[in-house]
């Protein structure tokens, strides 16, 4: 059986971290994926495993995380003895380590798409763009005759993308079909190269793009993740941090938990030079969000009900969040600290 696209090497420099992160999508055939939903998730919750699981009749896509143990265990459940029956080989599969637990809770949902785009032309399991590995990718993003394209959305591109790539500015993926409408023409752009966070967004695009009549799409396969964990530092063409959809919030090079917090008003990831703004205040407000000012009353509210829950001795929904979000900026906080050090150490 063939084995899912992943670095079994783990990143061996943050092995020692107790938590090992699973992100994977594949676009497979699952008219079952209601059936499949019960097994999963009691594996999952079983094995103290939290995250997201998506499953759709096109496919399966998340991010997970628990123990090495718990997390091999998954693995051979998806990809080997489980239902699944092998229709995940070759999922993009990616993994890495955190220093806490980066999820919640556990949830398996169903949903039309495991991506939504709505647009039942795009169909990555007929047609879909030449996969670039990261290795090639700066080859290809150099060239004068390429249009290079990120399909992520507004705020992800915000804290980091690649030099000269195009922000299509979209709030959600399904905004995309129009960026293409408006930006796009197959007639003059006859090379587009895409990239997204793990490989499935612009997976799907370049079967749109393809379904609209644009002859070469390329893209970045296993995503910007793939690219930071294989590519050094010293050649990258990425400047910033890549955005993850857990408490980490971002990663830099090597996958390192970068320094982005998130609004817990409006849940934007912020870098550090804006939470030194004024417009920020510890969940109350970011330069994102300060001018709105319902959300704005929504966040002082919230924040007045926690203390007040403190002083009664009591809990409070959000302070799980609260707790999940010091302990990110604690560790933020002593990864700055720690290449700080390395740098005064380097420089002596």
Not at 17 to 34: G, I, S, W
Not at 244 to 250: G, K, P, T, Y
């Amino acid at each position: 059986m063939t084995r899912p696209n992943t670095d079994m090497t783990d990143n061996l420099h943050q092995a020692h971290l107790p938590y090992k992160v699973m992100a994977l999508y594949k676009f497979a055939d699952l008219p079952d994926a209601e059936a499949l939903q019960k097994p999963l998730a009691e594996l999952c919750c079983g094995k103290g495993i939290k995250g997201t699981l998506i499953l759709a009749p096109e496919g399966i896509n998340g991010t997970v995380a628990g123990t090495p143990e718990a997390i091999d265990a998954l693995a051979q459940f998806l990809f080997v003895s489980g239902p699944f029956g092998g229709r995940l080989s070759g999922a993009e599969v990616k993994y890495s380590f955190a220093s806490a637990m980066p999820f919640l809770r556990m949830k398996v949902r169903l949903k039309p798409e495991i991506v939504t785009l709505r647009a039942p032309e795009a169909n990555p399991a007929l047609q879909v763009g030449t996969y670039v590995e990261p290795e090639d990718w700066n080859e290809l993003i150099d060239r004068n005759d390429v249009v290079l394209v990120d399909t992520r959305n507004d705020y992800e591109v915000g804290l980091g993308t690649f030099s000269r790539a195009l922000d299509p500015q979209t709030a959600n993926f399904t905004e995309f079909k129009d960026y293409v409408a408006t930006h796009l023409d197959p007639k003059r752009d006859k090379k587009v190269a895409m990239f997204c966070t793990g490989g499935i967004r612009c997976e799907k695009a370049s079967s749109y793009l393809l379904s609209q009549g644009f002859e070469e799409v390329f893209h970045l396969k296993g995503g910007i993740l793939k690219y930071l964990e294989v590519v050094p530092e010293a050649e990258s063409r990425f400047a910033g941090e890549c955005f993850v959809f857990d408490e980490r919030v971002s990663v830099g090079h090597g996958l390192v938990e970068g320094e982005a917090t998130l609004c817990r008003a409006c849940r934007h990831p912020l870098t550090p030079a804006e939470r030194a703004l004024p417009a920020y205040v510890e969940g109350v407000s970011c330069p994102h969000c300060a001018d709105d000012a319902e959300k704005h009353a929504a966040a002082q509210e919230r924040q007045k009900q926690m203390e007040l829950a403190r002083k009664r001795g009591g809990a409070h929904l959000g302070d799980a969040a609260a707790a999940a979000a010091e302990a990110a900026r604690e560790r933020k906080r002593a990864l700055a600290e720690a290449s700080r050090q390395r740098n005064q150490a380097g420089g002596a």
